[in-house]
Nanobody, 125 residues
Framework: QVQLVESGGGLVQAGESLRLSCAAS????????VGWFRQAPGKEREFVAA????????SYASSMKGRFTISRDIDKNSVYLRMNSLKLEDTAVYYC??????????????????WGQGTQVTVSS
């Protein structure tokens, strides 16, 4: 099974940008869809964006479109989440997750089986 490691979180000021990385170990992302999720204190985990590795097709939660961009680097076997114009409410633990891409639910953030440990993003004023 694929193992996921997130990195790139940290403390930033409102309005700044940050790029999160999700690297796979154990196997490549071939035949997987990879998604980003986040969980703020006291809130449920929510879907941010996902990418189907083989085709590079992307999907975003409607509330995340515009400021967030998901991408992949095939050579580095990594998925990225670029976050621009960060707001205080973007503060959360961000997780990457993976599932087999034949599961059509990948684009809606459901059915993800494999999860990383998460990386903290804190946006200050």
């Amino acid at each position: 099974q694929v193992q996921l490691v997130e990195s790139g979180g940290g403390l930033v000021q409102a309005g700044e940008s940050l790029r999160l990385s999700c690297a796979a170990s154990g196997r490549t992302f071939s035949n997987y869809a990879v998604g980003w999720f986040r969980q703020a204190p006291g809130k449920e985990r929510e879907f941010v964006a996902a990418i189907r590795w083989s085709l590079g097709v992307t999907s975003y939660a409607s509330s995340m479109k515009g400021r967030f961009t998901i991408s992949r680097d095939i050579d580095k076997n990594s998925v990225y989440l670029r976050m621009n114009s960060l707001k205080l409410e973007d503060t959360a633990v961000y997780y990457c997750a993976a599932q087999w891409d034949y599961d059509s639910r990948w684009s809606s953030g459901r059915g993800y089986e494999y999860w990383g440990q998460g990386t903290q993003v804190t946006v200050s004023s």
